[in-house]
C-alpha cells in the first residue's frame, strides 16, 4: 500500500515540473509574441546559451505553448533547413489581450 502511495506521489512531482516555468522559458515567451523566429534568431537575441534554448523549447512544445515548423528553403539555401518557433494561435491571441 505504501508503494501505491509513493508513486502517486513520483507522478504529482513529474506533473509538477512540468507546469513550472523557468526564466528561460518565460523568456522565450515574451519574445515568440513579436513573431516567429529561428533557433539561432532566439540565442542572438536573448544571450542565453544554445543548450539552455534548445532544453527550453522542448518542454515549451510539450506543454503545447510553442509549435515548431520548418522554413522551406530556397533554391539559393544549402544545408540543414531552418526551422521556426512560435507561439501557438491560442497563445498569441490570449497574450494580446
Known sequence: MNATNSLDLSADKGDMKLKS???????????????????????????????TIYDSLK???LRNEVKKYPLFATERSKGRPQVLFSLLDDKKEAGAG
Not at 516555468?21 to 544571450?47: C, H, N
Open 21 to 51: 516555468i523557468s526564466p528561460a522559458e518565460e523568456k522565450l515567451l515574451v519574445v515568440l509574441k513579436e513573431g516567429p523566429l529561428t533557433r539561432d534568431q532566439l540565442i542572438a537575441k536573448l544571450g542565453i546559451p544554445r543548450t
Open 59 to 61: 518542454k515549451l512544445i
